[in-house]
Structures are given as C-alpha cells and as structure tokens.
C-alpha cells in the first residue's frame, strides 16, 4: 500500500485507516472523483465506475455498506418508567395494587433470567410489581 502512495497510486480509505472489514472508498485515478458501485449487467458482477470518466474497476468484494450496531445491556433490557400512559399495553381490573389498593393496573411480560415474568404496574400510583402467580381475589 505505501508502494501505491508513494508512485501516486489510490488506496481505499478503509485501508489507511487500518480498520479491517470496513467498507473502502474508492477514487478514479484520472479525475480523483469518489467511484460508486454499479452493476455490471453484462457480466454480472459488482463495478466500482467513475461518473465523470469511462474508468471502471472490478469490486473485489459485494459488500457496499455496512451498519454495525452496538448495543449495551442497559438499552437491550431498558423498561420505559411509566408504562401507564401505553394505549397498546392491556390493562386489568382484577389486580389488586399492593401500594394503594387500586384495582386497574397496565400488564406486560418480559424475559428475566427466572424465564417469563409478568409485570404490574397500577394505574393510580405507579407502582410496579411482579406477579408472584397468586390467584386472583
């Protein structure tokens, strides 16, 4: 690659970078401008072309674009605070709230590492709890 430079050669950006597995940028030697991929219908394959000049190269891989996300633990497990304003979330009015003895509460169930669970919130007061499976008064 420094061979390429130093003799005025272009080298993908992804390569200077020295990130592997990036997606490179690629330069037309005669005007410099950005080549953009393009389907080359007769052959079949994946070109890299100049839109200013006929230069035109072989893609040596298919990959054009890649977005990678990352995600932490906190924003994959993340429960919204107040559940109680959700029109999508059921509601039921066979609980009982253990805080304030309201009968309405928002229901959803989330995996926990016990398995299942579902989880309360009541409606009045916001306080949220675990179904422990009682039976319903």
């Given amino acids: 690659m420094a061979n390429a430079l130093a003799t005025g050669g272009h080298?993908?950006?992804?390569?200077?970078?020295?990130?592997p597995g990036a997606v490179k940028l690629r330069f037309c030697p005669n005007s410099n401008d950005l080549l953009y991929p393009k389907e080359d219908r007769e052959l079949k394959k994946l070109?890299?072309?100049?839109?200013?000049?006929?230069?035109?190269?072989?893609?040596?891989?298919n990959c054009v674009y890649r977005h990678t996300i990352?995600?932490?633990a906190a924003e994959t497990t993340t429960i919204i605070q107040d559940v109680r304003t959700d029109p999508t979330l059921p509601r039921?009015?066979?609980?009982?709230?253990?805080?304030?003895e309201?009968?309405?509460?928002?229901?959803?169930s989330l995996t926990t590492s016990e398995g299942?669970?579902?989880?309360?919130?009541?409606?009045?007061?916001?306080n949220k709890w675990k179904d422990?499976?009682?039976?319903i008064e």
């Fill in 11 to 19: 080298a993908p950006v992804g390569e200077l970078l020295g990130r």
């Fill in 47 to 61: 070109v890299y072309a100049c839109r200013n000049c006929d230069y035109k190269i072989e893609a040596d891989d």
């Fill in 70 to 72: 990352h995600h932490t």
């Fill in 92 to 100: 039921s009015a066979d609980v009982r709230c253990p805080k304030c």
């Fill in 102 to 108: 309201n009968n309405e509460a928002v229901f959803f």
């Fill in 116 to 126: 299942m669970s579902l989880f309360f919130q009541c409606v009045a007061c916001a």
């Fill in 132 to 135: 422990e499976g009682g039976a």
